[in-house]
């Protein structure tokens, strides 16, 4: 289904990104690599070349807040593949800090990363799919898109925002062929909570114990690829409790509400709080 496919995928260069680079490669689809580190890019590339019968992958790197390169990257994504098939919005940044510990700015990081950047991108790919007369488009969204989890304020607000984007999106463009798909990933083996930022932007710099029992990235990245192959328009992943915590909030949402706030209430009391 994906043979000789162009997809893109945006923050390729570690974690899920790369994982669905491997899985896709695997595929057959001809990759487009994106994040802001061209040498783990290129160590990908190489992963994927590896896999593909042929030197059939592209490194491009981008900063995805950076509004203003994004229509030459574009424009470099299809001058290499001549379309682009799928564009898998993946790139992102979490926090680990309460509300009242976080400076506006770093709200206004996250929201530039996990909300601005990928809408811009969407809105710079959306013209040619259009003008080819299909594509798919996919979000990494989470969880955090869906429920309220401490100490995320800014990412659940982020998530939750894309959530409706391409929600939003998919009621526009369905009639033109253009696939949206969201992705819901629980808690998975990556760095991103080493990744995450501080309060005041710092980064946090280490790995949460929930990430740490995630599930597998390698497998995650086979259970989304399966959902694209039977074009779901939301796909769930994950292993823990907190994929309970999906239909939870969908029966029994006050339910919910009270577990979450007393998980917050024995961390303040164990002055576990960041
Ligand atoms: N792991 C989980 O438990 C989990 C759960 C739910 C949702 N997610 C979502 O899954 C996606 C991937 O996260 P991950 O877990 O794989 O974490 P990760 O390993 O930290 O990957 C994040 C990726 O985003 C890229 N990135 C960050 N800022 C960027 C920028 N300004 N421009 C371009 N690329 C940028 C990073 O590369 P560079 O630093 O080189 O730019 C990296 O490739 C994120 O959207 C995340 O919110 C993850």
């Given at each position: ?73 574009v424009?470099?994504?299809k001058?290499?593949?001549?379309r682009i098939d799928m564009l ?33 991108l969407t809105k710079a790919v959306l013209p040619g799919m259009i003008e080819q007369g299909s594509g798919h488009l ?31 999106l998919r009621t526009e463009v369905d009639h033109q062929n253009i696939k949206i ?94």
């Amino acid at each position: 289904m994906f043979n000789r496919q162009i997809v893109w995928i945006t923050g390729a260069s570690s974690g899920i990104g790369e994982a669905l680079a491997l899985e896709f490669a695997a595929q057959g689809a001809r990759l487009i690599l994106s994040a802001r580190g061209e040498d783990a890019l290129q160590l990908v590339k190489a992963k994927c070349d590896a896999i593909s019968d042929n030197d059939s992958n592209l490194v491009l790197p981008m900063d995805i807040t950076d509004e203003a390169s994004l229509a030459n990257r574009v424009e470099l994504a299809k001058a290499w593949g001549g379309r682009i098939d799928m564009l898998i919005n993946n790139a992102g940044i979490t926090q680990r800090s309460s509300c009242l510990n976080t400076d506006m700015a770093t709200y206004r990081t996250i929201f530039e990363v996990d909300v601005f950047g990928q809408i811009a991108l969407t809105k710079a790919v959306l013209p040619g799919m259009i003008e080819q007369g299909s594509g798919h488009l996919a979000v990494t969204s989470s969880i955090s898109g869906k429920i309220g989890v401490p100490f995320r304020t800014g990412y659940c607000a982020a998530k939750h925002a894309m959530m409706g984007f391409f929600d939003a999106l998919r009621t526009e463009v369905d009639h033109q062929n253009i696939k949206i798909t969201t992705i819901i990933p629980g808690y998975i083996r990556t760095p991103i909570s080493a990744n995450a930022l501080s309060g005041d932007g710092s980064a946090y710099g280490r790995e949460d114990t929930e990430i740490r029992g995630g599930m597998d990235v390698s497998e995650c990245a086979k259970v989304i690829v399966k959902g694209f192959k039977s074009r779901k328009p939301e796909i769930s992943v994950g292993k823990g409790f907190e994929m309970n915590a999906l239909w939870i909030k969908r029966y029994f949402p006050n339910w919910l509400l009270k577990i979450a706030a007393r998980q917050y209430a024995k961390m303040a009391k164990n002055n576990d709080l960041i």
